[in-house]
């Protein structure tokens, strides 16, 4: 096994017929691709299904997965369009959910206050529930960044992959997304007096 | 100007670094238990509706095969009738019945005597097949889509 891309080993065990390596490639990414839908879904989609639709979405295109890819990169691909398949079909919600709500050039980002978080500040996001709801305050299209980039691990030129704009974009919106959940952060309560 | 630019990059790495840390540990957001399983039941629900599209495709083309072939053994088998006597004895029956009454054996005989058998068993046996390919068919297609119109084999069960 090609202990650099297990990955690849798995889906052409699989489409020799070896029916557990769907299993094993499944069940190492499930649980990230989960999240990601799980923290990006509107509430009135059902993130199982969606993430249900996505892997099967995936099976269907197996046989054509280009296989110097990385599996994850193009898993996180079909899970993003299925969500914005699921979007679109859900008239209530705006279809461009993922885009961030301020333009993306750099001109446009604002400069930082100049203050270091303080650390009793950052203490307060030891809860989960408050870490938690700090990241749901940020738009879809930075949450999606912040998400793929910080909890499950993937290159900003990943990314850029998923989402289908250039690493440069992507790294905008992430320096933008930290910079809005430092605003929040400090406009959160208990962090009125400090800093 | 530089060193107050290079002091607020800093102070930017600091703040983007220790958010990282405090968003890193956000526990993830688990699939409930069983995920696998529900979506390896919707592959395989798609697996058998692929295997019964293609023998339903299957058995579309050889009912339309067998249509072919029952017509032109029935375009045979007709003008082999209009040649036989089979007619001529149908009309006795209808038309002379005292006499039929009394030479029924003979007359029945000749009546099948007069009948192209072999053209007419490989009709019937090609008709047989095509209604034996429909009725197929249709159980198919209600195994997909039974009376409510629903599809049970819905994938996301």
């Known amino acids: 096994m090609d202990q650099s891309n297990p990955d690849a080993d798995l889906v052409k065990a699989y489409l020799r017929g070896d029916d557990d390596a769907l299993r094993f490639l499944y069940e190492r990414h499930i649980p990230g691709v989960f999240n990601f839908i799980s923290r990006l879904a509107p509430p009135e989609l059902d993130a199982e299904d969606i993430v249900q639709d996505a892997f099967i979405k995936a099976w269907r295109s197996l046989n054509r997965f280009d296989q110097s890819r990385s599996f994850k990169t193009w898993l996180f691909t079909i899970a993003k369009n299925t969500l914005l398949d699921r979007v679109k079909a859900k008239k209530s919600i705006p279809f461009s959910f993922l885009d961030s709500a301020d333009g993306e050039s750099p001109s446009n980002i604002e400069p930082v206050d100049g203050q270091p978080l303080p650390d009793a500040a950052l203490q307060l996001l030891e809860s989960d529930k408050a870490a938690s709801d700090l990241l749901d305050k940020l738009d879809p299209g930075k949450r999606a960044v912040v998400v793929m980039h910080v909890l499950e691990d993937l290159s900003f030129r990943q990314i850029g992959e998923v989402l289908g704009e250039p690493m440069d974009t992507v790294k905008t919106r992430y320096r933008r997304a930290i910079q809005a959940l430092s605003k929040h952060l400090k406009d959160m309560p208990g962090t009125n007096n400090l800093g | ?157």
């Open chain 2, 1 to 157: 100007m530089n060193q107050i630019d290079a002091v607020e990059r800093k102070k930017d790495e600091y703040m983007a670094e220790s958010l990282e840390k405090a968003l890193a540990k956000i526990p993830a957001k688990l699939p409930p238990p069983g995920m696998y399983g529900r979506i390896r039941s919707g592959i395989d629900a798609e697996i058998q509706l692929r295997s019964l599209r293609r023998k339903a495709f299957g058995f579309a083309s050889g009912f339309v095969v067998l249509t072919a072939v029952v017509a032109v053994f029935w375009s045979v088998l007709a003008q082999e009738l209009a040649q036989s006597a089979f007619f001529d004895y149908l009309k006795v029956l209808w038309m002379d019945r005292d006499v039929v009454a009394a030479n029924w054996s003979s007359i029945g005989s000749s009546l099948l005597e007069s009948l192209p058998v072999v053209n007419l068993m490989v009709w019937l046996l090609f008709s047989f097949f095509g209604i034996g390919l429909v009725w197929i068919l249709v159980q198919t297609w209600s195994k997909t889509h039974p009376h409510n119109g629903s599809n049970h084999l819905a994938i996301y069960t």
